[in-house]
């Protein structure tokens, strides 16, 4: 090319997890993610409570996981939420 573009480039390489989840559990943590990311800085366990519709429900899951209900989704790990997704 003439002018050489000023680019950079990589090579990225996934490897897939040998224990995938079930179809099912997939589409809950989707829509686990989905519906907590819409009010991200809402507390959890508020927010959970809204999805689940029951906010004991919520409350019961975090404390299980030891996760604080104060916390707000975006500090949590793909661990934690495969986990409440599976609470679901």
Known sequence: FWPRPKVDSA???LDLRPERPSPEL???FDRLVDGLFQARRKALGGRLGDLW???ERALEALA???IEPR???ET???EQ???LARRA
């Open 71 to 73: 916390a707000r989704v």
């Open 81 to 83: 939420l495969s986990d």
């Open 64 to 66: 299980e996981l030891g």
């Open 11 to 13: 090579v990225a390489r």
């Open 76 to 78: 949590l790990g793909v």
């Open 53 to 55: 519709g029951s906010r």
């Open 26 to 28: 997939a589409l809950r």
